[in-house]
Nanobody, 111 residues
Framework: QVQLVESGGGLVQPGGSLRLSCAAS????????VIWYRQAPGKQREWVAT???????TYANSVKGRFTVSRDNAKNMGYLQMNSLKPEDTAVYYC?????WGQGTQVTVSS
């Protein structure tokens, strides 16, 4: 059974940065895309970014130019580097691979 564990969330001031990690196990990591979603309080879960198995990346317009998604196949790790954070980026962030979801990590952007 695939397992995904997110980490790296926290409280950051507007304009700050965080790097989220997604640790995967029990999966042929290099075969799958790593997809990041987020869910803000009272809102639907929304797609944030994807890094495909071939390293091609795509981003939601709301984060394009501020967030960078990446992966390290040797470590079975996915990453989401978030810069220039805004209060509206506050949400629980999830990674998903092969239909499995992690438990999420809270990101709060506030002064």
């Amino acid at each position: 059974q695939v397992q995904l564990v997110e980490s790296g969330g926290g409280l950051v001031q507007p304009g700050g940065s965080l790097r989220l990690s997604c640790a995967a196990s029990r999966i042929i990591f290099s075969d799958y895309g790593v997809i990041w979603y987020r869910q803000a309080p009272g809102k639907q879960r929304e797609w944030v970014a994807t890094v495909r198995s071939n390293e091609i990346t795509t981003y939601a317009n709301s984060v394009k130019g501020r967030f960078t998604v990446s992966r390290d196949n040797a470590k079975n790790m996915g990453y989401l580097q978030m810069n220039s954070l805004k209060p509206e980026d506050t949400a629980v962030y999830y990674c998903t691979m092969a239909g499995t979801w992690g438990q999420g990590t809270q990101v709060t952007v506030s002064s």
